[in-house]
């Protein structure tokens, strides 16, 4: 997941992220000015986070998702670069050429050919009229919302990429646990870049803790002792959260020496031969 969140009304940070159970994670980020102007390009920014971030994933199946302000052909071939898959939203303005079986429609924007509610559209096209470049396109306008959506992907054209783009709307509520509902960065009054750097260093290692903790809670069968046994009320972060106070409560009743092992074999980092890893979802991956 490729991201930006405002951070007051000085910095933008910009953030690349993994998914996982209804949550982004953070993995890279970089702060930037918002009211200047970025001393570097926006794209060369980019794939110097990508760099940072790609030779961990070496053999992972990874796509990135990216919202509508981001996604454009410099996006894509950034994404080749490293061998990523990608599912991008594209805006309504936005021309294609739709691919039929006698060739390829004239360029028109996507409003044009799904202009209300229940109508869709699954296929090859050529994306954007000054590159014409191939992809995969889905457009469909689901009852009740307020708009199309239409993304591109190198994967093959389907519903499915619709219901993928979907879970990029979990970053709103990742924004909301580190905002409002949860550690509310934006309070600590922190005005400085290495101070807001190191800031968010502890933040986002607090984040990937928590999940680990919830993770491994729901992988363990122990969720039912946090949330409610007829449905599930309490997201990763919050089961993450309940495991931590109950694991210090039991590590309390614990003789010193015991207590640091107890309490270390809760931490999400490990270290090995290969390097530190951290495991979540019964996967291990190496850093």
Not at 71 to 96: A, K, N, T
Not at 226 to 253: C, H, I, N, T, V
Request: glycine fraction near 6%; proline fraction near 3%; include cysteine.
């Amino acid at each position: 997941m490729l991201d930006c969140t405002p951070y007051c009304d000085d910095f933008t940070i910009v953030y690349l992220g993994l998914m996982v159970h209804r949550r982004v994670l953070p993995l890279a980020w970089k702060i930037m000015p918002q009211q200047t102007e970025w001393e570097q390009g926006q794209w060369e920014l980019v794939r110097e986070l990508f760099a940072q971030v790609a030779p961990f994933l070496p053999a992972a199946n990874c796509t990135l998702l990216a919202d509508r302000g981001l996604s454009c052909l410099e996006l894509i071939r950034i994404c080749q670069q490293v061998q990523w898959h990608y599912l991008l939203r594209i805006s309504q303005e936005h021309l294609v050429r739709r691919h039929f079986k006698r060739g390829f429609a004239q360029w028109q924007s996507v409003g044009q050919f799904v202009s209300k509610e229940g109508l869709q559209w699954y296929g090859k096209a050529l994306i954007w009229k000054e590159h014409s470049f191939p992809a995969s396109l889905a457009v469909c306008w689901e009852a009740g919302y307020e708009e199309v959506w239409m993304v591109i992907s190198d994967r093959p054209p389907a519903r499915k990429l619709i219901k993928m783009y979907g879970w990029r709307m979990r970053v709103e509520a990742t924004f909301q646990d580190t905002k409002s509902r949860g550690w509310d960065i934006e309070s600590s009054g922190i005005c400085q870049l290495e101070h807001l750097n190191r800031y968010l260093m502890v933040l986002f290692l607090a984040l990937w803790w928590v999940a680990h903790l919830g993770s491994a809670c729901m992988e363990h069968g122990h969720r039912h002792h946090f949330d409610r046994a007829d449905r599930r009320d309490k997201g990763l972060l919050r089961l993450g959260r309940l495991s931590l106070r109950f694991l210090l409560s039991q590590a309390e009743k614990k003789p010193a020496g015991v207590r640091s092992a107890h309490l270390a074999s809760c931490l999400p980092l490990h270290h090995s031969k290969d390097g530190w890893s951290f495991s979540i979802c019964g996967t291990r991956s190496v850093a």
